[in-house]
């Protein structure tokens, strides 16, 4: 646990790279994306969300960006940037824990809310659109090949980035 002089100075220190009402927002999305994500996969009372956990991840999440920031000497941080160190972190962190039993689709919630983290920052799968049934099958192929790599390769916030990247720009070159 972080005493009190601990949480000021990185309070001060994070108060160098971003504003108070960043920090808030920043927590509330992630927070926010968490709650839907608990809401949708029926997660009550087999898992729960840690919120001393969460708060660590976010601030790995806030120091590593000022460091970003500090080094390629930017004033803000892109939002596929943002996810990726996002999803990196709960990965590791892991704020969903299992209340009891283990069923083994719940032994890799982290995984899957990190996998609905980047699939949200691109915009990339919609469960509610209709796809021919080629493209839809070649898409969960795709999606499970994801999945696989957040649960068994090491992950890190750049080959997250790369991965959103590699999705967006997939995703202009097949609209043209």
Same mark, same amino acid.
């Given at each position: 646990?972080?005493?009190?002089?601990?949480?000021?100075?990185?309070?001060?220190?994070?108060?160098?790279?971003?504003?108070?009402?960043?920090?808030?927002?920043?927590?509330?999305?992630?927070?926010?994306?968490?709650?839907?994500?608990?809401?949708?996969?029926?997660?009550?009372?087999?898992?729960?969300?840690?919120?001393?956990?969460?708060?660590?991840?976010?601030?790995?999440?806030?120091?590593?960006?000022?460091?970003?920031?500090?080094?390629?000497?930017?004033?803000?941080?892109?939002?596929?940037?943002?996810?990726?160190?996002? $999803?990196?972190? %709960?990965?590791?962190? =892991?704020?969903?824990?299992?209340? /009891?039993?283990? *069923? &083994?689709? +719940?032994?890799?919630?982290?995984?899957?809310?990190?996998?609905?983290?980047?699939?949200? $920052?691109?915009? %990339?799968?919609?469960? =509610?659109?209709?796809?021919?049934? /080629?493209?839809? *099958? &070649?898409? +969960?192929?795709?999606?499970?090949?994801?999945?696989?790599?957040?649960?068994?390769?090491?992950?890190?916030?750049?080959?997250?980035?790369?991965?959103?990247?590699?999705? /967006?720009?997939? *995703?202009?070159?097949?609209?043209?």
């Amino acid at each position: 646990m972080m005493d009190k002089e601990q949480a000021k100075q990185l309070k001060e220190e994070l108060n160098e790279s971003f504003t108070d009402a960043y920090i808030r927002n920043a927590g509330v999305l992630i927070h926010k994306l968490a709650e839907q994500f608990y809401k949708e996969n029926n997660l009550n009372g087999k898992i729960y969300f840690n919120d001393d956990i969460f708060n660590h991840c976010l601030i790995d999440i806030l120091v590593d960006l000022a460091r970003l920031k500090y080094f390629h000497d930017i004033s803000r941080v892109n939002y596929v940037k943002f996810m990726a160190y996002t $999803a990196s972190w %709960c990965l590791k962190r =892991k704020p969903f824990q299992i209340i /009891e039993g283990c *069923k &083994e689709e +719940l032994i890799y919630v982290n995984e899957r809310f990190a996998l609905t983290l980047l699939l949200q $920052a691109v915009s %990339c799968y919609d469960e =509610k659109v209709y796809y021919c049934m /080629e493209d839809h *099958k &070649e898409i +969960l192929k795709g999606i499970g090949q994801i999945y696989y790599h957040l649960k068994y390769r090491n992950t890190n916030p750049q080959t997250l980035e790369l991965f959103l990247i590699g999705l /967006e720009n997939g *995703k202009k070159m097949h609209s043209r």
